[in-house]
């Protein structure tokens, strides 16, 4: 699912967007809710784990705003508030479900995968480009039958890609994506792991150069 992280404290931000991404999801983070709200109606996100206790416009808040607009997010709520008032202050604003602070990363991926499959409407379990598949459920890639073995960066990398087949990336939007640099883009990294993927993906090439602009996937014309 594709996962808008809403929390300020940045540790603990990255710790959930890099669980998420390892359970075969596709974070983003911000830090505060007006980004947030900004965010979510720019892009399709599936769901948005959002903390309470914000900067500038608390979680409650981003909660109302987005349900006055009707945007149809799936929201899990986190807090250090663990009040029975809080719970039912989110439920109440139409949060889907609700996660006191501390808790186990396991058992955020657990809500997480729950929120999931309540909404599916068609579980998306293989991403298919021409011969090339990517079984999200048991993280395999397959080119016409042959496995691929790649490293957890490289699977993020053509999960990414192989979502939107055809759709341009730039170097620095494959940068936010696969390594969440938020301040230093390090698009030659991008370039060292298209390069091998290219090499583990072989011919005839399906992630192609689009020249002054980034990097596409799709079956070669
Ligand atoms: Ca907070």
């Known amino acids: 699912m594709r996962i808008l992280v809403v929390e300020d404290e940045v ?10 991404m390892q359970a075969g999801h596709d974070p983003a983070v911000v830090h505060d809710g007006e980004t947030a709200l900004g965010e979510v109606e720019d892009k399709p996100f599936d769901l948005l784990v959002l903390d309470v206790g914000l900067p500038g416009i608390d979680g409650f808040e981003v909660l109302r705003r987005l349900r006055a ?14 009040e029975l008032n809080d719970r039912v202050t989110g439920l109440q604003l139409g949060a889907d479900d609700y996660l006191a602070k501390p808790f186990a990363m396991q058992e955020l991926l657990a809500r997480v995968r729950a929120l999931g499959r309540r ?15 990517l079984d999200l459920v048991q993280q395999e890639v397959h080119r016409n039958g042959r496995p691929i073995e790649l490293s957890a960066r490289e699977m993020t990398l053509l999960r990414v890609l192989m979502r939107e087949p055809g759709r341009i990336f730039t170097r620095i939007e494959l940068c936010e994506r696969v390594w969440e640099r938020e301040h230093e883009y390090d698009t030659k990294l991008v370039e060292v792991f298209i390069g091998r993927l290219r090499k583990k993906i072989g011919t005839p090439p399906l992630v192609h150069t689009v020249r002054h ?9």
């Open 69 to 82: 607009k009707h945007l149809p997010h799936r929201v899990l709520i986190l807090t250090a508030r663990g």
């Open 213 to 221: 602009t980034g990097y596409t996937i799709r079956e070669a014309s």
């Open 11 to 20: 540790r603990l931000s990255r710790h959930i967007s890099s669980a998420l």
């Open 119 to 133: 909404y599916a409407e068609e579980p998306e379990v293989t991403l298919r480009v021409g011969d090339l598949t």
